[in-house]
Each structure stands twice: as C-alpha cells, then as structure tokens.
C-alpha cells in the first residue's frame, strides 16, 4: 500500500489554527472582575477670604460636571457649580492649582457636597464667623500668610473724635497699635506685659490681640499693672453692612434738660418713635455714643454721667446707624420743695390759693423775697417758661420730644436759660413761626399760654368738645392750641362770652392752669 506524505495534509490545519489563535486573547482575571469607582470626591483644603469661601476638590479619577451643589445657611434652594467656573490659585509666583468660590456672608453657615463622575458624594458643613480663616486642617503654607495678612483690620478715627475707632468686622487688631500714641507719650519705657487690655463684649488673647467678631460700639480699657493711676480708654465701632440690616427709626428725645440726680444715664431720655405712652421702652443703644464737649469725653448711652449743680451741659448722642447727631442740654438743679406758705398778700378764700399752695410746694412756682406772691401780677415769657420747665422736670413723661435746637438769645450762664430751652426745643418749626420768642422778658397772653402748654405736653384727649363758635372773640393764629384746651377743661373763658386772647394772664391764673395738667 502506498503511503501518502502527511506535511502537504496537515500544513492548511496548522496555519488554520494559528491564524484562530492570533485573533482570539485569553481573558484575564481582573477584566473579569472589573469594579465601580467607590470612591468619594474629597475637599483638598477651605478657607473664606475677605468675604469669599474658597475650596479645593479633588477624585481618585473625575469629578461630575456639577461637582459642587451648596446651600448657605436656612435657605431652601440649593445652587450649583460648573466643574469650569474655577479660578487659579497662585501661590505668588506660579499657578498651583484649581479653586472654586462663592460670595458668603459672614457669620453664616455653608452646606457643600461634592460630587464625582461615577456619583459619589461627600458631604460638608462649615460655620464661618470670621473673615481670612482656614476651616480646614490642612491650608498651604502660601494661603496662611495672605490670610494673616488679611485678617489684620485697618484702623479708621472717627470725625472728629480721637477716642472713637471705625475697625473691620472678622478681622483682628493689636490693641497696642490703638494706644501706640497714649503709651509713647505717657511712659519713656515699658514693658508689654505691665499693660493690661480690657475689651468689653469682645475676646482679647494674652498678646493684646482682639477679635473683631461682632458688630456693635464696645469699650476697649487700657491700664498698667504698677502704674495705679493711668487709665485710657477708647470706643470702637464694628459697622455692619447697612443694606442687609432693616432700616429703623432714630429714637425720639425726651430730654427733660433740668434734672435733680447728680448721675444721669442718657439712654433713659430715649423712646422709641412714636412711644406717646408714659410707658419707658428701652431702646436699643448698639451704634450709640454721648460726647461730652466740656470735657472732651466719651461715654456709652448706659454710663452714669456725673453732673455739677447749676452747670449748663451739652452732651452730643451719636448715632452711627444713621450717622445723625443730637445735642442734648442739661442742667442739674437742686430740688425745692417749700412747706405750705402763706403769703401776705393771698388770703385763704382767694379762688387760686389752693393750686398756688400745690405749686409752691413742689418748687414749681415761688413768691418774692418781701413774703408776697402777686396773684394778680402778669408773668413773662421767660418765667411762664420756667414754670412749664419745672412741671416737666417733676414729671417727664407729661412731656412732648424734643424736635429742634433753637437758638435763644440769651447767654447760655443767663437765668431761665435753659428753662425756655427746653419749652421751644419742643416746638415744631411749622408752629413755630407763629410765636415771638426774641424778647423773653416780655408779658406773655393767653393765647401764648395756651399755645406753649397744647405744644409742649402730651395731653390727653378731650372727652367733650366745645363748638368753634362758643366764644365770639376766639380770632387767633393759635385757635386750635385754645379750643383744645378749652375742650380739656384746662383754659377757660369769662362769663360774658369772651376770652380775650390777648390779655396778659396773672401768675394766679398760671397757678389755676398748670395743675390742670394731666
């Protein structure tokens, strides 16, 4: 049998086979256990810088397109951040890195989560309190030193005044920088550690530093250890941006400029506008200040303000919220009170003895040093002001705010000064007009009388009103000042109809008018 030769059979069966092989891989194991991408995107490093948080992310493999979603404190909505709209972080040469940010303000707090291509999602909460902070452990070197440097506030003096210091909020300052002056002028040498600081309301570290971390007027005392009899002090302002803050009104002034306590505290003078109640509701004193022009001092609107007796006093309120100023006058006097005096010239059944007694003996009203009262003599503008004063005095809640610093034209030291003062301080400017005031020593009428009680006390409302034709003289430019008055039961008319508004008023029908006052 012959045999065929097998190298021309089998030689098509092997190039088959290794061209089969060339195209088909062996499978590997990894490739047949491929994983998910677990892992979550991270926050590198954060920190807010001069009003802007700052954050660098990063993934094992790639971040989301919207890598960053964040809500800033309670808000409901939630925003998010295009994995393009970063900016470069430098590190004051060269460009490091990537950084996203976003415009907070502080304090507040902010919601992160970061998030990957596959999904993953890390989530974070920052509380930022103060401006040029790390919130995270790690902060590059570079950013440390710009946010020190930052973090330092500039210091501004106010107007006008060297004790008042407009600093940043969120930033810190060396209370030594504040008295650099003061130390260099009072001591040739010293030592840092014999200087003592006290901040009220505000932290101050070992080395002098203060954290400018709240808004507001706050005290800043300086004292030296072996030196007992140095001490200085200084106010400093923290202004919040007035745009978020919702606008209020300026307190009203109720200054009763003649006072008996040798101590007042300013902040008791203010009510909130529109108070007409004799109800005192405290207002809120955080931007405000009391400058005392006479000894070129400061003081908080709660200090206890020392007065002399018979010094006239003009103390400046400050108000940076709306960066108003209001003068307020005072003097302090002593407070007389008589015993019930009977005067030569009053005798018991007069028909005004009883209110005249009253007001001699609250000091309100006085005779004259022969031992007569004159009830029948005429008053001047000035004393009928006094009186009108002095009631005020007793009894501050019976009067109107001041609305106005009007100039009088006597000397400031001169008697009834600040009596009449505070009556035209009182008086609005459209009422004003009507009223000659240029001559105080003048007879004052009726219907002058009636004009300054209606415009300078709170009154109450009559129960009754009279008609405009119940007396048929009442021409006058002070009209309705009269018929309110009648229409109380404190003025009254004569028995023919007539109430004669120009007639001169006696010191008793004063005495009758004021104790009508309720």
Known sequence: MRIRNTKYVLLPAIITCFLFLSFVRPVLASEAEIKPDTVKPVINYAYIEEGVFKVSISDDEELARKPIVFKIGK?????????????YEYDGRK???????????????????????????????????EDNMGLTKYIPDFVLDRLNENRQSSVNKFKGFEDILELEYGKVVDAFSLYEGIIKDTYYKYNKSDINFKASGLSINKDGVITLNKYGIFKITMSHKLDKTFEASAYVLIKPDWKNIEKRDSPSNFNPYIVYNDKVKVADYFRPKGETTSKKTKIDTTYMLVYNEDEDKTFGMNDQINLDLNKTYKLSVLNFEDNSQVDLYLMRQEKTKQTSKNFADLSQDHWASNDIKTLVAKGVLSGYPDGSFKPKGNITIKEFMTVLSKEIALNPTKAKPVVGDIFVGISPNTWGYIESKSILDRLLASDLYKFNFANLDRPINREEVAFLINNSFMLARPYKTFGEDKFRDLESLYAKDIKNLLDLGIISGYPDGTFRSKNNITRAEIAALITRIK
């Not at 808000?75 to 951040?81: F, L, S, V």
């Not at 890195?97 to 990957?116: A, C, N, Q, R, V």
């Open 75 to 87: 808000e409901a909505k939630a925003y998010e951040i295009s994995i393009n709209d970063y900016e």
């Open 95 to 129: 460009k490091i890195g990537e950084i996203y940010e976003i415009k907070i303000e502080i304090p507040s707090d902010i919601s992160l989560t970061i998030i990957d291509y596959a999904g993953n999602e890390n989530s974070y909460k920052f509380t930022i309190k």
